[in-house]
């Protein structure tokens, strides 16, 4: 199937939006791979809508909203109040500030620019994750392979590491490849690779030392 024409897409999208809530809206953003240049044709549309607060009600009426959307079956993404936003975990709001291109609304009115300090706590949250999903895998799961919800977390783990350390935040696949260095490429070749036994243990010692020195 071919991909989705993505401006045409998000007009309607918005469209949607600003009919279904109006004034309220926010902000409107897209995330992960639509967003970086990087997606296929099957790949999520990962889309972000903050509404000035969000009621129970809201959350059945964007869903319908999203339902009348051609190719519904792709779409997912994040949808809150701004308040709840502002409020949010700094170390996940890291994440969500350096992957989001904004369609319409700033980020900046709703909460402020992550730094180092905010890249240092994403870097130790995704470390603690995946390093307790690794040996649970391997343990209880009785499997060497990395699952493939860790491939996103590490990577999300690496760039905020690296931007802890730098304060240099590498967006896109080749920005990865060329910017990390020792044990960070080490990992990130590992999983573009996809050596099962090698990524499992690349991760767990990458995350074991992550968790020493930003804990």
Known sequence: MPDLDMDR?????????????????????????????EAGPDSDIDVVLVLDRLEPADLT????????LPRRELVCGFFSGAEELRRWDRGDRF?????TVPVLGRLEDLFPAPGREDAARAALLGA????HLCVHNAVHGKKSTVPPEAVKGARFALQAA??????????????????LTGEDAALWHALREGDPGRCTAQLLRWCGGAIRVFG
Do not use: K, N, P
Request: aromatic share 18%; charged share 25%; with cysteine.
């Open 9 to 37: 897409w998000l007009a309607g999208y918005q469209a949607m939006a600003l009919d279904l809530f109006g004034g309220r809206v926010r902000f409107i953003g897209l995330q992960g791979s639509r967003a970086r240049g």
């Open 61 to 68: 009426a964007y869903r319908r909203g999203l339902d009348e």
């Open 95 to 99: 994440q969500f500030w350096y992957d």
């Open 128 to 131: 603690c994750g995946l390093y």
């Open 162 to 179: 690296h931007f802890a350390r730098t304060g240099v935040y590498l967006r896109r696949r080749a920005e990865l490849d060329a910017g």
